[in-house]
């Protein structure tokens, strides 16, 4: 081959590279282009997201807030299903996700996590006459009630016997304590202080004083390889948690529920 030809082959895929390069745009670049962040969240969940009319209120709202705040932009929030969160990162229609998700294994193949900001634990819920349910063990052979796709979901799953059967998902964990309230079901378990909520709320349920499953590590998500953003985040929880506001907007958003 006639070496202008190489060297010219040479130049067009240096330009391809860098144009590439160019043309990348990073979710940081996105937000502020657009002047908006987009926070995916299920508001569903006292005391970290409830709906409040046309507004979401609670914890992970504030949080989402101060981020929005930091990076000095409008806050808008997407109110979806919580098992579309993380592909709605994936596909860019959100820039981060706030919704008391815990950090699992499995999360972190498609999802870059922040610092954890609370720790939480999965709790069982039953009617307030039922004294049948002594241990763990005895979940077993129940229909459970969990929240489709949350950490609820996969432990009913590893402790029941008949996973086909003896687990209902619904779409949040309000609709799971209805059923268990009208006694189409056995239990429901959720995490603890959503569950606390509802069950104050709600007459003739009881929440027992097991604990099925190991502490979890709620934090924010952000799409793979979103560093930039996710250093915003950080800065911005670290700061809550330090002054301690984290723990003053639990406190804030559980009283009077
Ligand atoms: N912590 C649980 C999980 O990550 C449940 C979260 C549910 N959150 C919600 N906003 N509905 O799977």
């Known amino acids: 081959?006639?070496?202008?030809?190489?060297?010219?082959?040479?130049?067009?895929?240096?330009?391809?590279v860098a144009l590439a390069g160019c043309g990348k745009q990073s979710?940081?670049?996105?937000?502020?282009?657009?002047?908006?962040?987009?926070?995916?969240?299920n508001a569903y969940f006292?005391?970290?997201?409830i709906r409040e009319g046309e507004d979401v209120i609670g914890v992970d709202a504030e949080i989402a807030a101060a981020v929005a705040e930091k990076l000095g932009v409008e806050l808008v929030v997407e109110d979806m299903e919580f098992e579309s969160l993380i592909s709605a990162l994936e596909?860019?229609?959100?820039?981060?996700?706030?919704?008391?998700?815990?950090i699992t294994d499995e999360r972190k193949e498609k999802a870059d996590f922040s610092t954890g900001y609370w720790t939480?634990?999965?709790?069982?819920?039953?009617?307030?006459d039922d004294e049948s349910v002594l241990t763990v063990g005895d979940l077993s052979s129940l229909v459970i009630g969990v929240q489709s796709g949350t950490t609820g979901d996969f432990v009913a799953?590893?402790?029941?016997?008949?996973?086909?059967?003896?687990?209902?998902?619904?779409?949040?964990?309000?609709?799971?304590?209805?059923?268990?309230?009208?006694g189409n079901i056995d239990c429901v378990i959720a995490d603890d202080l959503p569950s606390q909520a509802i069950v104050s709320q709600t007459e003739g349920l009881k929440i027992l004083d097991l604990q099925p499953s190991d502490k979890?590590?709620?934090?924010?998500?952000?799409?793979?390889?979103?560093?930039?953003?996710?250093?915003?985040?950080?800065?911005?929880l670290t700061e809550m948690m330090e002054s301690g506001e984290i723990e003053e907007l639990v406190n804030k958003y559980s009283l009077g529920q």
């Open 1 to 16: 081959m006639n070496k202008k030809i190489i060297a010219l082959m040479l130049g067009l895929t240096l330009l391809c």
């Open 27 to 41: 979710t940081l670049d996105k937000i502020e282009k657009n002047n908006k962040v987009v926070w995916g969240t």
């Open 46 to 49: 006292m005391p970290f997201e």
């Open 91 to 102: 596909a860019g229609t959100v820039d981060f996700v706030g919704a008391g998700m815990t």
């Open 120 to 128: 939480a634990v999965q709790v069982v819920t039953v009617a307030a």
């Open 157 to 182: 799953e590893e402790l029941s016997n008949n996973p086909d059967t003896g687990i209902m998902r619904y779409n949040t964990v309000i609709e799971a304590m209805q059923d268990l309230k009208n």
């Open 216 to 236: 979890e590590t709620y934090a924010f998500a952000v799409k793979k390889g979103d560093t930039e953003l996710l250093a915003v985040i950080n800065e911005v």
